[in-house]
């Protein structure tokens, strides 16, 4: 048997898919693995079953200390009528604190009060042993 000059043997080239299997397999282990560790937790808004219930004793004991900061940097200190003076806040702070230990203190910066009485203020509630303080937005 000859083979004729101008026939060819059909070479057959194959294309190994094992390395892009184990690829897709590894891809698709790690998307499983990382889902599983995402897990979303959200309030249930909707129900009423909690919020009818009155406050309890501890809840309703619970106050947060205010401090409102004026535009020329008076201090408010719990909505009273009048402002205090910043030498009076470490001995309020105090004294508040006494009330109830588990206050945190929120400060409400006005837009135009320096930064200086915002970093005092703070200072003297850390002084004072207040360790949660929270700035809130005008």
Request: proline residues 6%.
């Amino acid at each position: 048997m000859r083979k004729l000059a101008g026939t060819r043997k059909n070479d057959e080239s194959n294309v190994d898919l094992t390395p892009m299997l184990d690829v897709v397999f590894i891809l698709l282990i790690f998307f499983v693995v990382t889902a599983t560790f995402l897990s979303e937790t959200a309030i249930d808004a909707a129900s009423s079953a909690n919020n009818n219930a009155p406050p309890s004793d501890q809840e309703s004991d619970l106050k947060n200390i205010l401090i409102e900061l004026g535009a020329n940097n008076d201090i408010i200190l719990n909505g009273e009528p009048r402002p205090i003076l910043l030498s009076q806040i470490r001995s309020n702070i105090d004294r508040l604190k006494a009330e109830n230990p588990a206050a945190t203190l929120i400060v409400k910066p006005h837009v135009r009060s320096n930064v200086q009485t915002l970093v005092a203020v703070m200072d003297f509630a850390r002084q004072a042993g207040v360790m949660n303080v929270s700035i809130i937005e005008p």
